[in-house]
């Protein structure tokens, strides 16, 4: 028999959160409902931001006293954790989601270790997204000052996605101590006056200046730091969507800065691939050269240069990107986990080792001192290429038939220019001397993967080397 609509209204409940991202008020209702065993298919939960509707929930109800011996509820802290952000989401069935996951808590205690369970996977959904919006606030907030009583006041203006504002106040209170500061959103408005923070109404992007002198100074520092070279337009969207374009000054030089990258690339080039003088005559000499190299940083570090190593005429050779901590001490290429990684995958190929010229785009070892150990650091564009010198003196006098690249800092110093390694590989490309060049990924990459990700590159990699293994025998017919 259908039911009334009044005898629905007595089995439901409703919940108003005074915000919308008011985790502790949620959290102690959450618990008053679960100790009076009130199931999640029972609730509306309501906020003054994202208002559910329900024809039948007309009011609040008073939730009836637990039982004596009612337990307290429990909960992991991984999902306190991923709740504290979940609750800033802006989906109205977040709070709903949270409370059906606590339930099912109480009897499964486990249950967020479950990967595959749908509600878990929502949250950590939902969460993934609420920690992207509160890095991109970080990172997106661009301040300009206004005169404001003959002091200097600092407004901001954006647009978050979901209710983080008031959790990442503490970020720009810290970053920002000494200034007097408000960022306005369609969400909120904070005020630090240097001593106390302040909340205040929605605002307008009219209600933002839009524009100080202090933006043609941060234009210009912008344009001098822009690399060409490392310059991956994809990789930057992805990053920088361009709905945060319209509040940045600098984003206004983008399209210039894009289309002139690749004639400034070239000329840093140009500059970088400098004439050293006369080309060594011999492999000895180009060895002699390299360890008394101090042209650019690297080989002003106090490392020793790590010299190529195999046969003089050897069909193939073999570029990696610069010495480790291992090649360095006992100065020889890939002798280190990377290295035995290499060895292992030629032998499986079939490529012998002993028919390989084995050596480095960058001939000493780059890296950051870290208390006893010595953490490894990229070579820049400009370092690759000063070094380019060294590694066609050794290509002249080996003369390869076939060149494999490991890693874009190998390509780089092969081509003259920054690759994407996945779109390239496993396909010969020529290179000025006629030889054929393989590009593939560096075996240090592999090690640094896990699980499954190591187990799909790796796979990659040893097909790359498979084509090289069956090109160089043709090769050599």
């Known amino acids: 028999m259908m039911r009334s609509a009044d005898a629905l209204l007595t089995d439901v409940y409703r919940i108003s959160l005074p915000a919308p991202d008011d985790f502790e008020f949620w959290r102690e209702a959450a618990r008053g409902m679960i100790r009076v065993g009130i199931p999640a298919d029972r609730i509306i939960w309501e906020s003054p931001a994202d208002q ?8 609040e109800r008073a939730l009836p006293p637990p039982a004596a011996d009612a337990p307290q509820p429990r909960a992991s802290r991984n999902f306190l954790q991923l709740a504290q952000s979940v609750i800033l989401h802006s989906d109205i069935e977040r709070f709903s989601l949270l409370y059906r996951t606590l339930w099912r808590l109480q009897s499964r205690p486990r249950l967020m270790e479950d990967k595959a369970d749908p509600d878990v996977r929502r949250m950590e959904d939902l969460a993934r997204q609420v920690r992207r919006d509160i890095h991109k ?9 206004l005169e404001d009583e003959g002091d200097e006041h600092y407004v901001a203006w954006f647009e978050p996605e979901y209710h983080i504002l008031r959790a990442n106040s503490g970020f720009f209170v810290r970053r920002f101590t000494t200034m007097r500061w408000s960022i306005l959103t369609p969400r909120g408005a904070l005020h630090w006056d240097g001593n106390a923070l302040h909340e205040g109404p929605p605002a307008t992007r009219a209600d933002a200046p839009s ?3 202090v933006e043609a100074l941060w234009r210009k520092y912008y344009a001098s730091i822009f690399n060409p070279a ?3 337009v994809g990789a930057m969207l992805k990053e920088m969507p361009r709905k945060y374009w319209k509040n940045m000054p600098e984003t206004a030089l983008i399209p210039e800065l894009i289309a002139g990258a690749q004639a400034r690339e070239a000329q840093m080039v140009n500059a970088g691939s400098q004439d050293f003088g006369e080309t060594p005559q011999s492999l000895e000499a180009i060895y002699a050269g390299i360890d008394a190299c101090r042209r650019c940083d690297i080989g002003c570090n106090g490392t020793r240069a790590v010299m190529g190593e ?15 901590d291992v090649e360095e001490e006992q100065s020889r290429p890939f002798v280190g986990p990377a290295g035995q990684l290499l060895r292992a995958h030629l ?3 079939g490529i012998p080792e002993q028919r390989a010229y084995i050596t480095n785009a960058v001939k000493h070892f780059k890296f950051t001192p870290q208390g006893k150990r010595r953490l490894h650091q990229n070579p820049s564009a400009r370092e690759i290429d000063i070094c380019r010198w060294w590694l066609d003196g050794e290509r002249s006098l080996v003369k390869p038939k076939l060149v494999l690249a490991l890693g874009a800092s190998a390509a780089r110093s092969l081509l003259g220019k920054t690759i994407s390694v996945q779109k390239v590989r496993g396909e010969p490309h020529v290179l ?18 896990q699980d499954r990700g190591r187990e799909e590159e790796e ?8 084509k090289v293994s069956i090109r160089l025998s043709n090769l050599s017919r």
Request: charged fraction near 25%; aromatic fraction near 8%; charge should be positive.
């Open 52 to 59: 559910a509707i329900d024809l039948f929930a007309q009011g």
């Open 137 to 145: 606030m970080r990172a997106f907030v661009r301040f300009r000052a």
């Open 211 to 213: 524009g100080d002198p």
């Open 230 to 232: 490392r310059l991956k």
């Open 310 to 324: 195999g046969p003089h005429s050897a069909a193939l050779m073999i570029v990696g990107e610069q010495p480790g």
């Open 347 to 349: 032998e499986k190929a």
């Open 432 to 449: 000025d001397d006629g030889s054929e060049l393989w590009i593939t990924t560096h075996p240090s990459y592999l090690l640094r993967l």
């Open 459 to 466: 796979a990659k990699f040893a097909n790359d080397l498979r």
